[in-house]
């Protein structure tokens, strides 16, 4: 049989699942040969069941994140009945595959759970919550590596509501906050924390801690903490487990504090560095605009999917009406000006003055102590440190981004490097500097 291509680019091959509303089949990148998963989405029915908004988000999450221990999303493409992604492929199957088999040994276990803190610390750094972490959502690569998958339940920062917390109810019974039971509002890094505890149990006992017989009588012993530990836990993973399936989500243990325990400690080796997200995300194959996927076209379902990426001329990403809403809180310029700046990691904010001019002025402060060589194009500025401070180079980008033609939004983030590092620059050179011109 002749074998179907996309975009006269990937050759696509045998399925390797399907699920209600979407197929993932292996591919193979014409170009380079590299293997790829081509996740194949029905348009038409994820319409009819209101599936719309959470594809949209899981496209938006899967480009902020670019971790070794997630799965990448390389590209997007659409037709006027399917939704294209190029994805890594992960051979190794899920984690949840190893764990029906029998429970795991504290050392492969541990070595799984480090590479989980890491990777969802770094979501949380992103402004991103997954909210449905379970076995089932965590594959192992070839290597023995594990990359965390399935953003579609996930929530970006800017979906809190005016108390600062998430209230979507979502999630897997088994594994979810029981604040997020109570549906009173919860903290979604905190609950995602929870799920990583209830997932460090599970590889080490085989089982879930708070099974029942139907799911009111589950709920009941979430909301107490109500768990046994097998004889065969060790006591300092026993005490760790305590502290992370905490029900009072203001006194559960953070990932800062996971990470110097002891248990997590013995072999653990921080990813110092790894690759950054691309400079200029939408100069090349990423996604332009997450509403284009759903856009109708003249064109029927048999014609090519068209790669959703770059087409305009002008020097910036413009913003359209889905990335206002979606950012409609970081407009809000009070956060700028907050006295505790060490934890935040994105700051966007709106001005008037030319890109030109924002650009002079990031160029002045980069040359302070000649501490940064600047990168340029079109309306991303990246400043590297030149010097490796105590989690490698100080990385920060600021995007400008194009509201009308005399109003720009600013995101100026930490793509890499130590947060408090981080903290201390944004007090002390860019925001006196940015202050003037907001």
């Not at 480009?63 to 037709?79: D, G, S």
């Not at 600062?164 to 919860?186: D, N, Q, R, S």
């Not at 012993?221 to 109500?226: E, G, L, M, T, V």
């Not at 653990?268 to 996604?287: A, K, M, S």
């Amino acid at each position: 049989m002749e074998k179907k291509v996309l975009m006269q680019k990937y050759e696509i091959g045998r399925l390797l699942g399907q699920g209600n509303f979407a197929k993932v089949y292996h591919a193979r990148d014409l170009n380079t040969g590299q293997s790829v998963a081509i996740k194949v989405i029905n348009k038409e029915m994820i319409m009819k069941v209101g599936m719309k908004e959470q594809i949209k988000r899981e496209i938006s999450v899967m480009r902020l994140v670019r971790h070794p221990n997630i799965v990448q999303l390389y590209e997007v493409m659409a037709t006027k009945t399917k939704i294209y992604f190029a994805m890594e492929i992960v051979k190794g199957g899920e984690l949840f595959d190893k764990v029906s088999r029998g429970r795991l040994g504290e050392d492969v276990a541990r070595k799984y759970f480090q590479q989980l803190i890491d990777a969802v610390d770094y979501c949380h750094s992103r402004g991103v919550y997954h909210r449905d972490l379970k076995p089932e959502n965590l594959l192992v690569d070839e290597n023995g590596d594990l990359k965390i998958t399935d953003f579609g339940l996930s929530a970006l920062v800017e979906s809190r509501k005016n108390d600062g917390l998430l209230h979507t109810i979502c999630g897997t019974p088994a594994y979810v906050a029981p604040e997020v039971i109570k549906k009173k509002g919860y903290d979604g890094a905190k609950a995602d924390i929870w799920s990583c505890g209830v997932i460090l149990y599970v590889l080490l006992a085989g089982f879930v801690p708070f099974n029942a017989k139907n799911l009111m009588e589950m709920y009941k012993k979430i909301i107490k903490a109500d768990c046994l530990f097998p004889p065969w836990f060790s006591p300092d993973v026993k005490r760790l487990i305590y502290r992370i399936l905490d029900p009072n989500s203001r006194t559960r243990i953070s990932i800062a504090k996971i990470v110097q325990s002891r248990w997590f400690r013995k072999g653990y080796v921080q990813i110092q560095e790894f690759q950054l997200p691309p400079l200029f995300p939408r100069n090349g194959d990423d996604i332009l605009d997450v509403q284009s996927a759903f856009d109708s076209s003249d064109s029927d379902s048999d014609s090519p999917p068209v790669s959703i990426k770059e087409e305009s001329t002008l020097k910036l990403y413009r913003f359209n009406a889905f990335d206002l809403i979606s950012l409609s809180s970081g407009l809000d310029l009070s956060g700028l000006f907050e006295n505790d700046q060490n934890e935040r990691q994105m700051i966007r904010f709106t001005t008037r003055e030319k890109p030109s001019t924002i650009v002079s002025m990031l160029e002045e402060v980069a040359q302070i102590d000649n501490k940064f060589k600047v990168l340029k194009k079109d309306g991303v500025v990246r400043l590297e440190g030149c010097k490796a401070g105590i989690k490698g180079q100080l990385t920060i980008d600021a995007e400008i981004f194009e509201i009308t033609s005399s109003l720009y939004v600013v995101e100026v983030k930490k793509v890499a490097g130590n947060t408090f590092e981080y903290g201390i620059f944004w007090e002390q050179y860019l925001k006196p500097s940015l202050k003037e011109i907001i």
